[in-house]
């Protein structure tokens, strides 16, 4: 095992992700904010997002300094006014964190919570919004990265345009990666680090230019007030606070890279395929997904941890990242699991490599019983 393996693994997760090696290269320049090149990246960056907008030419992208949360919170701030409410879907830690974004900013809230395992339910949403009239935005997280969920935003989605409500939706893990046209949410919030392989410290919100144009005074917060870093932005391309020079020109780099293999489909088609023999491959050898294959995203894979006795994530974890491989813990509070991540530059002959690196973990440590105690 040569050292840079054991330094710099294979990243296996939600993100940060293992990046192209130009992508780590357009970092290697110091340019400074006002500089007419880092304004005409900035340029380029926002005009590629929102050419992967729901409805090119309706949305504008408007970036946040920080990591996906701070967009999600700009973006609630935003588009949720003080004394407003919404109804957000619960079906993990992210839709969870949103409810108490938008409570600690004093908006109110009515949760939707489903167990993390079952799939939200359109009808459901559409009695609480009947029940409610006070809630005007509906929040739902795409894919639910606490479990690797595809949550049914098409129906959902659905729902909340019957009922006259705007969509407000976490992409964060899935922007780039599974399509959004059709959809009519009033703004969607991601991040440069996921599966736009970019590097962390950038969210965006792209949204509705109106309702963008309506929200001056909404946010509670002025640095996460996305009105203003717009109009900013549109006035004279500038950020109105120190920008992360390096991760933006790094993003202006990985969104030429996503164009060049196809775009969303193209990117979607890789990472359904490194699922396909993630989930194929482990399967085989005994272990159990938390998630039947209708709502698994081709982000990340949830395990359950094998009941043997024998099992220990460290243990687990450390011999994968000897082989040059890091995983993920699980994050669910009902059964132990563990995570395998399926994007950012990671290739099907790379999930061959690490399946076979599985085998031989599980031979080493002695493990029998793959599947879970209580399926
Ligand atoms: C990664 C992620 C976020 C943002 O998390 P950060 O740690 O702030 O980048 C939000 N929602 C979902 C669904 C995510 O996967």
Known sequence: MSATLRETPLL???????????????????LGSRDPEFIAASARVRAALEALSPEPGAYAAV???????????????????????????????????AAELLERAGRRVRRLVVPEALAPSPDALAALLAEDESLRAVFVV??????????????????????????????????????????RPLAVAASSNKCLEGVPGLGFVLARREALAAAAGVAHSVSLDLHAQWLRLERDGQFRFTPPTHVLLALDVALRLH????????????????????????????FVTLLPDERQAPIIVTFYAPADPAWSFPLFYE??????????PGSLTANPTFRVGCIGQVYPLDIDRFVAV????????????LGPETP
Not at 321 to 327: M, S, T, Y
């Open 12 to 30: 296996l997760t939600p993100g940060p992700l293992s990046t192209h090696p130009l992508v780590r290269a357009a970092m290697l320049r110091d």
């Open 63 to 97: 970036p946040v300094q920080g990591s996906g949360t701070f967009a999600v919170e700009a973006m609630l701030c935003t588009f949720v006014p003080a004394g407003g409410a919404a109804a957000v879907v619960v079906n993990g830690v992210y839709g969870a964190r």
């Open 142 to 183: 795409h894919c639910e990265t606490t479990t690797g969920q595809e949550t049914p935003l098409r129906a959902l989605a659905a729902v909340t345009e019957a009922a006259g409500r705007a969509l407000l939706v976490d992409a964060m893990s899935s922007f780039g990666a599974l399509p959004l046209d059709g959809l």
């Open 358 to 369: 599985v085998g031989e973990v599980v031979r080493g440590l002695g493990l029998q019983q």
């Open 319 to 328: 011999a994968l990242r000897e082989q040059g491989f890091a995983i993920y």
């Open 259 to 286: 164009a060049e293999e196809g775009g969303v489909a193209a990117r979607g088609a890789r990472y359904r395929e490194n699922l396909h023999r993630l989930v194929l491959g482990l399967r085989g050898q005994g």
